[in-house]
């Protein structure tokens, strides 16, 4: 569960309010610039707004550090690394919160399709390779809350749709889930879709409901041509 | 393996310790200094050892194992492996601040310099916070760095143009200018070493979080690390042992850099390892360096000494790692 009332800041968030419940995977949508990072880093607590934020039905700025990391994961864009610490170092950071005990992180390794890079320094991945390790850190986390932004930026199409497969699986098995995308046919797979423009939630249901063409028209943009497209499915 | 990297660098520290109290101009067998730190054996020996040599090595220890603390913790908390205090200028904020009170006469009192010394790194260490956020490029920080040597070096120019005539003063001041460990006293050793153990004591339980905070500010807190909390005893830990450094071993650069690159080199990032490993190889790399100005009379000092290997050091890093 995880909800905020009135999330204000600056022009990048204005008057955001939600409730999310458990077992759905959501996902966030809307153009550049539209407020989506934002809203993951205020619901997550890495950056301050105006309003209210609750995890479970818990006011977030009375949740200590280290139980925040134990209840919400986190997947930032930003995915560069200076040090050269080996795969299985930096998805077992995903235990800190835990007292470092190691439970999960071959499973999550596993997950993620990177078993075989555990030795390898970080700074010599490829970008879709580094995705990849930090998601399997934000799994290894164990944490029912779990944010990623953009997942499946610089991921192959194969690992897009193990992500995909990936958070269906959570979000099936009680995770709240909420994954920023870019592609509104990625969104589709969702149990339920928000789509953010300007700072602002003007659409939260599922899929079919809100990404109505117009909706699609006036946010993007663009003229949605339904049919068109290749579809793609793991084997 | 982590095992064997701490033992052979302690092992290299001990013999380099002992070599530390037993050359110079009189050379004393291992045998003598053994007999000499347990107070037996000839007076002059003794004296030679407890008045001139130990003082000496303890403040190498001090200094090199302060410098090679503060320059692992300035890289992970700037997420930058060329963060380093003789580079960012917290040693020569440091330096002038010793400088102004030696040369303005205020020296009076036995803490008066190591005060000085820390008050002028934390004005360095607050220029670098502004001037250079977080994240910022090698090159930002760098260029800030300059920016802070050539202010800082500029002042102690200044108060040694005004202490010339006073040879003495400018004596002192020079000292500060280069850099090194001959002529201490315990004075010395109890302003520098009891800080320094200190500092690097409540730095090592730190090594964890810090390397979350290597990979990303906000990753790190998403983890369960309190980052506000952490980057305020890491900048505070590390100018802290910076100061202390500079109080008693005035500049002595690019120890903070060096040590730690070639020891990540070796043993990898993990500062859990990394930590230890730089405060012994620091003092070790203090201790070796030092060793040649005791047969080399004037210019050849500690300081002199690590910045001719630590610039080409630098330059050749630059070379692997351009900005």
Same mark, same amino acid.
Request: aromatic share 6%.
């Given at each position: 569960?995880?909800?905020?009332?009135?999330?204000?800041?600056?022009?990048?968030?204005? !008057?955001?309010?939600?409730?999310?419940?458990?077992?759905?995977?959501?996902?966030?949508?809307?153009?550049?610039?539209?407020? %989506?990072?934002?809203?993951?880093?205020?619901?997550?607590?890495?950056?301050?707004?105006?309003?209210?934020?609750?995890?479970?039905?818990?006011?977030?700025?009375?949740?200590?550090?280290?139980?925040?990391?134990?209840?919400?994961?986190?997947?930032?864009?930003?995915?560069?690394?200076?040090?050269?610490?080996?795969?299985?170092?930096?998805?077992?950071?995903?235990?800190?919160?835990?007292?470092?005990?190691?439970?999960?992180?071959?499973?999550?390794?596993?997950?993620?399709?990177?078993?075989? =890079?555990?030795?390898?320094?970080?700074?010599?991945?490829?970008?879709?390779?580094?995705?990849?390790?930090?998601?399997?850190?934000?799994?290894?986390?164990?944490?029912?809350?779990?944010?990623? !932004?953009?997942?499946? /930026?610089?991921? !192959?199409?194969?690992?897009?749709?193990?992500?995909?497969?990936?958070?269906?699986?959570? /979000?099936?098995?009680?995770?709240?889930?909420?994954?920023?995308?870019? !592609?509104?046919?990625?969104?589709?797979?969702?149990?339920?879709?928000?789509?953010?423009?300007?700072?602002?939630?003007?659409?939260?249901?599922?899929?079919?409901?809100?990404?109505?063409?117009?909706?699609?028209?006036?946010?993007?943009?663009? %003229?949605?041509?339904?049919? %068109?497209? =290749?579809?793609?499915?793991?084997? | 393996?982590?095992?064997?990297?701490?033992?052979?660098?302690?092992?290299?520290? @001990?013999?380099?310790?002992?070599?530390?109290? *037993?050359?110079?101009?009189?050379?004393?067998?291992?045998?003598?200094?053994?007999?000499?730190?347990?107070?037996?054996?000839?007076?002059?020996?003794?004296?030679?050892?407890?008045?001139?040599?130990?003082?000496?090595?303890?403040?190498?220890?001090?200094?090199?194992?302060?410098?090679?603390?503060?320059?692992?913790?300035?890289?992970?908390?700037?997420?930058?492996?060329?963060?380093?205090?003789?580079?960012?200028?917290?040693?020569?904020?440091?330096?002038?601040? $010793?400088?102004?009170?030696?040369?303005?006469?205020?020296?009076?009192?036995?803490?008066?310099?190591? *005060?000085?010394?820390? #008050?002028?790194?934390?004005?360095?260490?607050?220029?670098?916070?502004?001037?250079?956020?977080?994240?910022?490029?090698?090159?930002?920080?760098?260029?800030?760095?300059?920016?802070?040597? $050539?202010?800082?070096?500029?002042?102690?120019?200044?108060?040694? @143009?005004?202490?010339?005539?006073?040879?003495?003063?400018?004596?002192?001041?020079?000292?500060?200018?280069?850099?090194?460990?001959?002529?201490?006293?315990?004075?010395?050793?109890?302003?520098?070493?009891?800080?320094?153990?200190?500092?690097?004591?409540?730095?090592?339980?730190?090594?964890?979080?810090?390397?979350?905070?290597?990979?990303?500010? *906000?990753?790190?807190?998403?983890?369960?690390?309190?980052?506000?909390?952490?980057?305020?005893?890491?900048?505070?830990?590390?100018?802290?042992?910076?100061?202390? $450094?500079? *109080?008693?071993?005035?500049?002595?650069?690019?120890?903070?850099?060096?040590?730690?690159?070639?020891?990540?080199?070796?043993?990898?990032?993990?500062?859990?390892?990394?930590?230890?490993?730089?405060?012994?190889?620091? @003092? #070790?790399?203090?201790?070796?360096?030092?060793?040649?100005?005791?047969?080399?009379?004037?210019?050849?000092?500690?300081?002199?000494?690590?910045?001719?290997?630590?610039?080409?050091?630098?330059?050749?890093?630059?070379?692997?790692?351009?900005?």
């Amino acid at each position: 569960m995880l909800s905020a009332e009135g999330l204000t800041l600056g022009t990048r968030l204005r !008057d955001v309010s939600l409730a999310l419940s458990g077992g759905r995977g959501i996902a966030l949508v809307g153009p550049n610039g539209a407020g %989506k990072s934002t809203l993951l880093q205020v619901l997550a607590g890495l950056l301050q707004a105006r309003g209210r934020i609750l995890w479970n039905g818990r006011e977030l700025s009375a949740i200590p550090y280290l139980e925040r990391g134990r209840t919400l994961a986190w997947l930032g864009q930003e995915s560069h690394a200076d040090f050269a610490f080996p795969v299985r170092e930096v998805v077992a950071q995903g235990r800190h919160a835990w007292g470092d005990d190691g439970h999960g992180v071959d499973e999550a390794m596993e997950a993620l399709d990177i078993r075989h =890079l555990a030795a390898r320094p970080i700074t010599e991945l490829s970008g879709g390779e580094r995705r990849r390790v930090y998601l399997a850190r934000a799994l290894a986390t164990g944490a029912p809350l779990q944010l990623w !932004d953009e997942p499946a /930026a610089n991921l !192959d199409v194969r690992h897009v749709l193990e992500v995909l497969r990936l958070a269906q699986r959570l /979000a099936a098995a009680g995770s709240t889930l909420v994954v920023s995308l870019h !592609d509104l046919r990625t969104a589709f797979r969702f149990d339920e879709v928000l789509v953010m423009d300007q700072g602002r939630l003007v659409g939260h249901g599922a899929p079919e409901a809100v990404l109505t063409p117009e909706l699609i028209a006036s946010v993007f943009q663009v %003229k949605a041509m339904p049919g %068109k497209g =290749l579809a793609l499915e793991l084997p | 393996m982590r095992n064997r990297a701490g033992l052979v660098l302690a092992l290299v520290l @001990a013999a380099v310790v002992l070599a530390s109290l *037993a050359l110079g101009d009189s050379a004393l067998r291992p045998v003598e200094v053994l007999q000499a730190m347990l107070g037996r054996g000839d007076a002059l020996n003794r004296t030679i050892v407890w008045d001139l040599r130990l003082p000496r090595t303890l403040v190498g220890i001090a200094v090199g194992a302060g410098l090679a603390a503060s320059g692992v913790t300035m890289q992970a908390f700037f997420r930058n492996p060329l963060a380093s205090p003789g580079l960012l200028g917290v040693s020569a904020g440091g330096a002038l601040g $010793a400088v102004a009170v030696l040369a303005l006469g205020l020296a009076g009192g036995f803490l008066a310099v190591p *005060a000085a010394a820390i #008050a002028g790194a934390f004005v360095a260490t607050g220029a670098v916070m502004v001037l250079a956020r977080r994240g910022a490029s090698p090159g930002h920080l760098l260029l800030s760095g300059v920016a802070l040597n $050539a202010f800082f070096g500029a002042g102690t120019s200044f108060l040694l @143009a005004l202490s010339a005539g006073r040879f003495e003063v400018s004596g002192q001041i020079l000292f500060w200018l280069m850099g090194g460990i001959e002529n201490r006293t315990w004075e010395h050793v109890a302003i520098g070493l009891p800080g320094v153990l200190v500092g690097c004591a409540l730095l090592l339980p730190l090594g964890r979080a810090m390397n979350l905070l290597s990979l990303g500010d *906000a990753s790190a807190q998403s983890l369960g690390v309190d980052v506000r909390r952490l980057r305020w005893q890491l900048i505070a830990l590390s100018t802290v042992l910076t100061a202390l $450094a500079t *109080a008693v071993g005035g500049m002595v650069g690019f120890v903070g850099l060096l040590v730690p690159h070639l020891l990540r080199l070796a043993f990898g990032p993990d500062h859990r390892r990394l930590l230890p490993l730089s405060m012994i190889g620091g @003092a #070790a790399f203090v201790l070796l360096c030092d060793l040649p100005t005791r047969f080399v009379p004037g210019g050849l000092r500690l300081g002199v000494i690590t910045a001719l290997i630590g610039g080409p050091f630098l330059l050749w890093m630059l070379r692997r790692n351009p900005c």
